[in-house]
């Protein structure tokens, strides 16, 4: 069968242009595919119209909170803003139908925005070189623990079998250090809420191959004691990796470099937008100093100026090798960029000083209901213990649910484990006094409640879709595919 082809009359304004030719040869489906792998019966697809399918999902959309709906106080996680006009760039047809086998000659514009963007995040940590390949913080810290290894190797640095972290870590921290084949010790808190530098001391001999460390820390504060810390490892040739989820307090303050660190990751998705939740998308680029960047993952791309062309460098012996397929998710980088070039140098210090005066602002008004265990101004987000209330018959969880009623996100919960019924805050740069107080007037309202009708924060939440679920079923019996569900029914 000759297809119907477009010929020049039937392509209005295309004058001159020769379109080819196709045969497609006349077949039947089973001459093409199988017989046993043609279905038996035709798919069941909805048949919907383009507005029921929009309607469709902008229903769902409404029934889920999200960023773009109201705060999303997520400690740790930075749910903050993503400006719309980086989706609009990293939609750039030259950005988003590239090929990743192209070769390096036909995409150098995006590899001038990912060397341009390493260039803005080793201004950035004061660190010498960045790779933007890993998928994720974990994925990042994952890549230093390995740079670890490699370079205590090459040193000749036998037996060193520990990375130390505190006791407030993130979980990935101490799956990342079992990952990358050592094993974990935990350094204690002191009262203030900072690594407790006696018991830290106590801990670091030559089997030590490094720490761990994020800085402000999971609880909002400072590590004041850091240059010390990383002399400590460093007389002992160890390593020191930066956390660095927790960037959003430091842009343009102070660079975990100068602070002593010998790596550090970068969420983009949470310093640098992109919108993420639900898995992904991440991007966890690390950077390194120089005594580390043979170690780094290949290929690194880098600026030829005889031949003015960027380029993949592959060929680097002492590379712990490749980490990711091609070089990571391009278009979180593409926003991570426009983000950055944007805001400027000093745009991204008003960042930092907005999201720190922000979460003090809250923390401030929120302590007269809450226990505050650790009385320090705080960084970009503070912990706060729903102890009191707990002893008044509603747990932490229970605040978190019902906060859904007034169309907030909950915070973090039960996270740091150090701090008991943790509630952890970050409001984040990118909300108004107005919200802000918004928040305030319902913790305490919710508060009043659980005095004075506790039942009704404890049946939370009364507005949502879905109220109370049974959290050990879904967590046991966790079961995402729709067949499934709807048998069980
Ligand atoms: C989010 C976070 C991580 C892990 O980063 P992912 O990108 O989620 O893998 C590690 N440490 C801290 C303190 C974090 O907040």
């Known amino acids: 069968m000759q297809t119907p082809l477009l010929n020049e009359s039937s392509v209005p304004g295309k004058m001159g242009c020769q379109l080819p030719e196709y045969d497609v040869p006349e077949q039947e489906l089973s001459d093409l595919i199988p017989e046993e792998f043609l279905r038996e019966s035709p798919p069941n697809l909805p048949e919907l119209s383009e507005p029921e399918i929009v309607r469709h999902f902008v229903n769902l959309s409404a029934k889920n909170h999200h960023v773009d709906k109201n705060l999303y106080p997520l400690g740790s996680c930075t749910m903050k803003y993503n400006p719309k006009v980086n989706d609009a760039i990293a939609g750039f047809p030259g950005f988003a139908e590239l090929h990743p086998e192209q070769p390096a000659n036909t995409v150098q514009g995006a590899l001038q925005l990912y060397y341009e963007l390493e260039q803005m995040l080793c201004?950035?940590?004061?660190?010498?070189?960045?790779?933007?390949?890993?998928?994720?913080?974990?994925?990042?810290?994952?890549?230093?623990?390995?740079?670890?290894?490699?370079?205590?190797?090459?040193?000749?640095?036998?037996?060193?079998?520990?990375?130390?972290?505190?006791?407030?870590?993130?979980?990935?921290?101490?799956?990342?250090?079992?990952?990358?084949?050592?094993?974990?010790?935990?350094?204690?808190?002191?009262?203030?809420?900072?690594?407790?530098?006696?018991?830290?001391?106590?801990?670091?001999?030559?089997?030590?191959?490094?720490?761990?460390?994020?800085?402000?820390?999971?609880?909002?504060?400072?590590?004041?004691?850091?240059?010390?810390?990383?002399?400590?490892?460093?007389?002992?040739?160890?390593l020191m990796y930066m956390d660095g989820a927790n960037m959003n307090a430091l842009l343009g303050i102070a660079r975990p470099a100068e602070m002593g660190f010998d790596i550090t990751h970068l969420n983009l998705h949470k310093t640098f937008s992109t919108p993420h939740g639900g898995g992904g998308p991440g991007s966890g680029p690390i950077g390194v100093t120089k005594r580390l960047e043979p170690f780094l993952p290949?290929?690194?791309?880098?600026?030829?100026?005889?031949s003015d062309q960027y380029e993949f460098d592959w060929e680097r012996p002492d590379?712990?090798?490749?980490?990711?397929?091609?070089?990571?998710?391009?278009?979180?980088?593409?926003?991570?960029?426009?983000?950055?070039?944007?805001?400027?140098?000093?745009?991204?210090?008003?960042?930092a000083e907005n999201a720190i005066i922000n979460a003090n602002y809250l923390r401030e008004n929120l302590r007269d209901i809450f226990e505050l265990p650790h009385d320090q101004r705080c960084m970009h987000e503070f912990v706060l213990s729903g102890s009191r209330q707990k002893a008044n018959g509603v747990p932490t969880l229970e605040i978190a649910k019902r906060l859904l009623d007034f169309d907030f996100h909950a915070p973090t919960i039960y996270f740091p484990l150090i701090v008991r019924e943790a509630l952890m805050i970050e409001p984040t740069e990118s909300e108004s006094r107005a919200t802000l107080d918004r928040f305030i007037e319902v913790m305490h309202q919710i508060n009043t409640e659980i005095d004075e009708n506790p039942d009704l924060v404890k049946e939370a939440p009364h507005t949502t879709p879905v109220t109370r679920i049974d959290e050990v079923k879904a967590n046991r019996e966790l079961n995402l595919r729709w067949d499934e569900i709807s048998e069980r029914k």
């Open 123 to 238: 201004a950035i940590t004061g660190m010498d070189k960045f790779t933007l390949q890993p998928a994720a913080g974990s994925h990042g810290e994952l890549t230093g623990v390995m740079i670890m290894r490699k370079y205590h190797q090459k040193q000749g640095n036998a037996n060193r079998r520990y990375i130390i972290i505190p006791d407030s870590a993130h979980g990935t921290n101490p799956a990342s250090v079992a990952m990358g084949g050592f094993e974990t010790l935990e350094v204690q808190s002191s009262d203030r809420g900072i690594v407790d530098l006696e018991d830290l001391k106590s801990l670091v001999t030559e089997e030590v191959a490094g720490m761990m460390l994020t800085n402000p820390n999971t609880l909002g504060l400072f590590e004041e004691d850091i240059s010390e810390i990383t002399e400590l490892f460093h007389s002992v040739d160890a």
């Open 298 to 306: 290949v290929p690194l791309i880098q600026y030829n100026a005889q």
């Open 319 to 351: 590379s712990i090798g490749k980490i990711h397929a091609f070089y990571g998710n391009f278009g979180m980088m593409v926003r991570a960029y426009t983000y950055i070039r944007m805001l400027g140098a000093e745009g991204l210090k008003s960042l």
